[in-house]
T-cell receptor
Framework: GAVVSQHPSWVICKSGTSVKIECRSL??????MFWYRQFPKQSLMLMAT?????????EQGVEKDKFLINHASLTLSTLTVTSAHPEDSSFYIC??????????????FGPGTRLTVL | AQSVAQPEDQVNVAEGNPLTVKCTYS??????LFWYVQYPNRGLQFLLK??????LVKGSYGFEAEFNKSQTSFHLKKPSALVSDSALYFC???????????FGKGTTLSVSS
């Protein structure tokens, strides 16, 4: 099946620093990637949708200057949390869809990245 | 706008008994429906999906779900629960391929031995 990885799986940083999270599709071309945020014991909230080579589309209420998303290739999307603050601490999950058979109708999820900002 | 409702925050079941986790949805077009399970501090694991075809969908780990168009429901079921089924379950929907999934709030399933 299609596999999506995330790196790092866990990161702790100081307030004011920036953190980059990578999302990779390992065995298929991900034309579309999605970034979600999940608070403890809550649902996944869609942050943004990115198509390869295009600017990301952000959901209402998500600061595009704070959460920078780059989808420069068909296998890699990055989320950079700029000037992170404690309220940005969360579980960030990416997912990916492709255009090929078996990847078009589904989203394949990464294992998530736990961000803790001190 | 699409939406998903999971009316129960928690479902408690004894091991060996059947379980049902409820989900209702609202979409403007034909629904693409999914169930995922999440264990603590882990990502989502795909259980099953309904795109088209038979209303009864069978998925991983013995789970199944029935698509009911008239009731706009997609309840998750399992004939005999296991303690290891205890986890957080999410129902999700979208109205066309290639768009983002919209998730319900999640239901915590607790199976007691």
């Amino acid at each position: 099946g299609a596999v999506v990885s995330q790196h790092p799986s866990w990161v702790i940083c100081k307030s004011g620093t920036s953190v980059k999270i990578e999302c990779r599709s390992l065995d298929f071309q991900a034309t579309t990637m999605f970034w979600y945020r999940q608070f403890p014991k809550q649902s996944l909230m869609l942050m943004a949708t990115s198509n390869e080579g295009s600017k990301a589309t952000y959901e209402q209420g998500v600061e595009k200057d704070k959460f920078l998303i780059n989808h420069a290739s068909l296998t890699l999307s990055t989320l950079t949390v700029t000037s992170a603050h404690p309220e940005d601490s969360s579980f960030y999950i990416c997912s990916a869809s492709g255009t090929g058979e078996g990847t078009y109708n589904e989203q394949f999820f990464g294992p998530g990245t736990r961000l803790t900002v001190l | 706008a699409q939406s998903v409702a999971q009316p129960e925050d928690q479902v408690n079941v004894a091991e060996g008994n059947p379980l049902t986790v409820k989900c209702t949805y609202s979409v403007s077009g034909n629904p693409y429906l999914f169930w995922y399970v999440q264990y603590p501090n882990r990502g989502l694991q795909f259980l099953l999906k309904y795109i088209t075809g038979d209303n009864l969908v069978k998925g991983s780990y013995g789970f199944e779900a029935e698509f009911n168009k008239s009731q706009t429901s997609f309840h998750l079921k399992k004939p005999s629960a296991l303690v290891s089924d205890s986890a957080l379950y999410f129902c999700a929907v979208r109205d066309q391929a290639g768009t983002a999934l919209i998730f319900g709030k999640g239901t915590t399933l607790s199976v007691s031995s």
